[in-house]
């Protein structure tokens, strides 16, 4: 996915409304009209938010009939992930194993002087 796909994404996660209709989308696929009651906003509003979801592949739509089911696509979401915090994941990881063996080595010297002078 390219920098500007994911600028896509980001534009797209900035706003709170979208935000909520991913988290209904992420519990169960639902129609915009199912969107629209679960969070008590009209439907006009949820069809504006959900094309831009769709522009960021965010969402994606099932036809079924004259019904359209909205899905979350989660990999826009993973690939955000993997740039931005996968990468430092292990950095972080490595670096707070470290803070905490220095820590510890600490504690450890402490507790030998206190007991050689007891």
Request: glycine share 6%; with cysteine; hydrophobic share 40%.
């Amino acid at each position: 996915m390219s920098h500007e796909d994911l600028d896509h994404v980001w534009r797209a996660l900035a706003n709170p409304h979208r935000r909520r209709i991913l988290d209904v989308l992420r519990d169960k696929p639902c129609t915009t009209g199912d969107l629209a009651d679960a969070l008590g906003e009209n439907r006009f509003l949820v069809m504006q938010h959900l094309n831009l979801l769709r522009e960021a592949d965010l969402v994606t739509v099932e036809a079924d009939g004259r019904r359209r089911i909205n899905h979350l696509n989660p990999v826009p979401i993973q690939h955000i992930y993997e740039r931005w915090v996968g990468k430092y994941q292990g950095d972080w990881a490595a670096a707070l194993v470290g803070l905490k063996r220095t820590v510890e080595e600490k504690s450890a010297k402490n507790e030998a002087r206190r007991l050689k002078r007891a």
